[in-house]
T-cell receptor, first 113, second 114 residues
Framework: GNSVTQMEGPVTLSEEAFLTINCTYT??????LFWYVQYPGEGLQLLLK?????DKGSNKGFEATYRKETTSFHLEKGSVQVSDSAVYFC????????????FGSGTRLQVQP | ETGVTQSPTHLIKTRGQQVTLRCSSQ?????VSWYQQALGQGPQFIFQ???????GRGNFPPRFSGLQFPNYSSELNVNALELDDSALYLC?????????????FGPGTRLTVT
C-alpha cells in the first residue's frame, strides 16, 4: 500500500536559517506529491505540489522536487521566518481510483526570532 | 469564491452517543472527502463522496457513515462513539477529473468523547 515517512520533529531554527524537512514515500505507479501546512488551530492548507518525476513545486519561498529514483520529496526554504512556525505534512495521492490523500505524521517547525 | 466551511467548531459527546458533523464544499467542487486527525498524527482518510454516493472508504468501521447533498454539502455521522473517536475531523472538497486531484480543507471540527 501507499505510505509516507517524514522526519520527526520538532525542528527548531533561528529566523533566516535554511530549512529542510525530509519526506520519502512508497507507492505503486506515479503518485502526485503534496506538502500541506497546518497553522495552530487551523485546517490544512496546500503549500505546493508536483505531479511527475523531476517536477519542482514552489510557493511562498518553499520548494520541493519530485525525485523518483530516491522516492523523495524534501521540503526546503532558504530563509525561514517566525510566521513559518507550523506543522508540515507530506502527502501523496494516486491520480486514479478514489485518489485519497495518504499523509505522513507531520513535522512541527518552530522558528525563533 | 467561498472556501470549505465546517460546523460545529468544537463538540463534546459521551461514549455511546451519536454525532453529526457538517461540511459545505468550496464553490464548483463536486467531491467531498472526510479525514480523521488524531492528536499529533497525520490525517487518515475515512471516505469520499461523489454524486451523492460513497466513492471509496478507508479503514474505518461502518459506524462511520456519510451523506452528500445535491448542493454538495456533506455530513459525517458517527454512531456508538468510542473514546478513540476523539480527534479533529477534516472535510476536503475537490473536482473529480482534475489532474492533479487537489483537495482543499476546511478548518475542522474538534470532537471530544468522554
Amino acid at each position: 500500500g501507499n505510505s509516507v515517512t517524514q522526519m520527526e520533529g520538532p525542528v527548531t531554527l533561528s529566523e533566516e536559517a535554511f530549512l529542510t524537512i525530509n519526506c520519502t514515500y512508497t507507492a505503486t505507479g506515479y503518485p502526485s506529491l503534496f506538502w500541506y501546512v497546518q497553522y495552530p488551530g487551523e485546517g490544512l492548507q496546500l503549500l505546493l505540489k508536483a505531479t511527475k518525476a523531476d517536477d519542482k513545486g514552489s510557493n511562498k519561498g518553499f520548494e520541493a522536487t519530485y525525485r523518483k529514483e530516491t522516492t523523495s520529496f524534501h521540503l526546503e526554504k532558504g530563509s525561514v521566518q517566525v510566521s513559518d512556525s507550523a506543522v508540515y505534512f507530506c502527502a501523496l495521492t494516486r491520480d486514479t481510483g478514489r485518489r485519497a490523500l495518504t499523509f505522513g505524521s507531520g513535522t512541527r517547525l518552530q522558528v525563533q526570532p | 469564491e467561498t472556501g470549505v466551511t465546517q460546523s460545529p467548531t468544537h463538540l463534546i459527546k459521551t461514549r455511546g452517543q451519536q454525532v453529526t458533523l457538517r461540511c459545505s464544499s468550496q464553490s464548483g467542487h463536486n467531491t467531498v472527502s472526510w479525514y480523521q486527525q488524531a492528536l499529533g498524527q497525520g490525517p487518515q482518510f475515512i471516505f469520499q463522496y461523489y454524486r451523492e454516493e460513497e466513492n471509496g472508504r478507508g479503514n474505518f468501521p461502518p459506524r462511520f457513515s456519510g451523506l452528500q447533498f445535491p448542493n454538495y454539502s456533506s455530513e459525517l455521522n458517527v454512531n456508538a462513539l468510542e473514546l478513540d473517536d476523539s480527534a479533529l475531523y477534516l472535510c476536503a472538497s475537490g473536482t473529480s477529473g482534475s489532474s492533479p486531484y487537489e483537495q482543499y480543507f476546511g478548518p475542522g471540527t474538534r470532537l471530544t468523547v468522554t
